[in-house]
Nanobody
Framework: QVQLVESGGGLVQPGGSLRLSCAAS????????MGWYRQAPGNKRELVAY???????IYADSVKGRFTISRDNAKNTVYLQMNSLKPEDTAVYYC??????????????WGQGTQVTVSS
């Protein structure tokens, strides 16, 4: 099992910045991808960005050039640096991880979510 704990959400004005953190615990060595999703009221959960164990990254078109995903392997933590925030970035942000079990099962875990509100 992999457990995820997010932090760093809050209220920020348009154009401002926030950094989200997600600390992983459990079967760390089996994690092959970590990422961030978000869900606004009335909308489906959508991918924001993810980073693979090899360091490759993928971003949603809506956040390219503004958000940066990174990780600190020593701390088992992934970050989402969010710059030039817009009101439409307002959502609950969820950390996710994909990992393999000892029996070869491909499983996923979610964090509890952290609220990001962009408003003046």
């Amino acid at each position: 099992q992999v457990q995820l704990v997010e932090s760093g959400g809050g209220l920020v004005q348009p154009g401002g910045s926030l950094r989200l953190s997600c600390a992983a615990s459990g079967i760390i060595a089996s994690i092959y991808r970590m990422g961030w999703y978000r869900q606004a009221p009335g909308n489906k959960r959508e991918l924001v960005a993810y980073i693979s164990s090899g360091g490759s990254t993928i971003y949603a078109d809506s956040v390219k050039g503004r958000f940066t995903i990174s990780r600190d392997n020593a701390k088992n933590t992934v970050y989402l640096q969010m710059n030039s925030l817009k009101p439409e970035d307002t959502a609950v942000y969820y950390c996710s991880a994909r990992y393999l079990t000892g029996t070869g099962s491909d499983l996923g875990s979610w964090g509890q979510g952290t609220q990001v509100t962009v408003s003046s």
